[in-house]
């Protein structure tokens, strides 16, 4: 549909904010996230609340809104996530349908070291997080990022620290 984004992945915490604000800076790219192209405070008025109560809903307003903001001579970083926590607080895939419709040209997934997202929800949200769950949900992210970017036929980069891999494959698009 848009053919104009690159996405940008990772759970909550693993610092795709800070990286896409790197980028954003470095390449003058607009940098939107999920959550604000959402109104997320709208959905959920509870500061750090990470549960998606109907994650169909949310991405349907999720390509509405898109479709409101994207302009087809611009190229876009997109900022979300490949699974959420769903009301019961399980993780769940982001509907194939979405990233179809989304069309990226590149798809990227930001990790980091559990312990460190941990760390960073904590204070944050000033909750606490189960290291266990924030591993599995990163390692989650990567595994579907990577099934999503296969079925789009578009390349995926995996983001620890360095940022060239990705640099690279922006540059080549």
Not at 75 to 95: A, M, R, T
Not at 140 to 156: D, H, M, Q, S, T
Request: with cysteine; proline share 4%.
């Amino acid at each position: 549909m848009f053919n104009n984004i690159i996405f940008i992945g990772g759970i909550h915490g693993s610092g795709k904010g800070s990286m896409c604000s790197n980028l954003r800076k470095n390449l003058n790219i607009e940098h939107m996230t999920a959550s604000d192209i959402l109104n997320w405070s709208d959905i959920s008025p509870e500061v750090g609340n990470k549960l998606v109560t109907d994650i169909s809903f949310t991405q349907d307003r999720l390509i509405d809104g898109l479709k409101k903001r994207i302009l087809p001579d611009k190229i876009y970083l997109l900022d979300g996530h490949f699974c959420l926590f769903d009301s019961n607080g399980c993780v769940e895939n982001i509907p194939m349908d979405t990233f179809t419709k989304i069309d990226p040209i590149i798809i990227s997934v930001v990790v980091s070291d559990p312990k460190l997202i941990v760390k960073r929800l904590s204070n944050r949200d000033k909750r606490n997080y189960d290291l266990k769950l924030i591993d599995n949900m990163q390692k989650r992210e990567i595994e579907y990022g990577k099934e999503v970017a296969n079925k789009l036929n578009i390349p995926f980069v995996l983001v620890e620290r360095d940022l060239s891999p990705l640099l690279q494959s922006i540059n080549q698009a």
